[in-house]
């Protein structure tokens, strides 16, 4: 079956801080790829997303995500976190070629931001 | 509304008693997909509606659950003889028409927290 990994369950930074938080799937066909971000008390909310071209993504907040097709990895990234962005933080991957809607998520990572 | 609701936020009850969950997509989106959250897990999916079919239902876990959407919008998930195991944030979603690039964005309700006693 199709899945997907985030490594990092829990992590902690500092104010200033750069922050990458892993993402592998398990699927060779084509991918569209997301990252949702839930904040404390809020709901899912899109962070930004691949569908194709270029492959280094830009979405909200200062975020940043690159596909690497030969690593079926989709890492998420950030300069410089902000306290703001404590979070609880969700890849997540749409197999094309299926037909399949669904999206599989991974299981989360908690990023905890200190000022 | 602007974005997708759910009613209600809450539901506690009784093992073996029936349930309705609640979901009001974005006006005009066609696409509705229901989702499961367990405690510390990624949202799992339950089931798909295009319009008024359930197009995909693969993910439902047994025929316990079931759900609907009459007119193409309201979209209600059944279930019956809840167990203690189905506790979970049952989460909603919907996207827009086929065809359209924004169809594979799917937007998040906030979900409905049941709690099986």
Known sequence: AQSVSQHNHHVILSEAASLELGCNY???????????VQYPGQHLQLLLKYFSGDPLVKGIKGFEAEFIKSKFSFNLRKPSVQWSDTAEYFCAVNLMDTGRRALTFGSGTRLQVQP | GAGVSQTPSNKVTEKGKYVELRCDPISGHTALYWYRQSLGQGPEFLIYFQGTGAADDSGLPNDRFFAVRPEGSVSTLKIQRTERGDSAVYLCASSSTPGRVSYNEQFFGPGTRLTVL
Do not use: E
Request: charged share 0%; hydrophobic share 35%.
């Open chain 1, 26 to 36: 398990s699927y060779g066909g084509t991918v569209n790829l997301f990252w949702y």
